[in-house]
């Protein structure tokens, strides 16, 4: 007969613990609604500000990018305009046609940079994706050769302050 007592409390206790946890499941639920309710909003203003911020860096980045592409275009031509005076240098000292070399690249240097006065940003990335895509070695081989060039010469730029 002790051992009934024992029983009967734990099948009384079995109910109020029941819904005792139901209460607290509950709670925990109206509480984490509670949350997400008072989340949401901020959610969605850092979601609309992270755009905004995506947005005006990548309209600033083209801005840099277009700058970038219309310098270096006038500064290909100046270096057209050099090449002309060296071209005509060159003919009064060393004889007429050895400045014929120096004016095929020049032609060269302004078909290029004519090229990049025809074309957009857009078109200068797109086709450079494209190029990257079909011939990755040498994009890769490139993009070495210019690491290579910038680190001399910024080497070169800190030799003189020393």
Do not use: C
């Not at 000292?93 to 020049?106: F, N, P, S, T």
């Not at 290029?112 to 081989?141: C, H, M």
């Not at 290579?148 to 730029?157: I, K, P, S, V």
């Amino acid at each position: 007969m002790a051992d009934e007592a024992p029983k009967k409390t734990r099948a009384k206790a079995a109910p109020k613990a029941e819904t005792a946890q139901a209460s607290v499941k509950t709670r925990v639920s109206k509480a984490a609604a509670a949350a997400v309710a008072e989340v949401a909003p901020a959610t969605e203003s850092l979601k609309e500000q992270a755009s905004n911020f995506a947005r005006n860096a990548g309209d600033k980045a083209k801005d840099y990018a277009t700058t970038a592409k219309d310098k270096t275009s006038s500064a290909l031509h100046n270096i057209t305009g050099m090449a002309e005076d060296v071209a005509k240098t060159i003919d009064e000292r060393v004889g007429a046609g050895y400045g014929d070399y120096v004016r095929k690249a020049a032609n060269t240097v302004t078909s290029v940079a004519d090229s990049l006065d025809a074309k957009s940003v857009d078109e200068i990335v797109d086709n450079t994706r494209q190029f990257v895509k079909e011939k990755p070695a040498v994009a890769i081989g490139a993009a070495v050769a210019v690491g290579f060039l910038l680190t001399r010469l910024f080497r070169a730029g800190g030799d003189d302050e020393a």
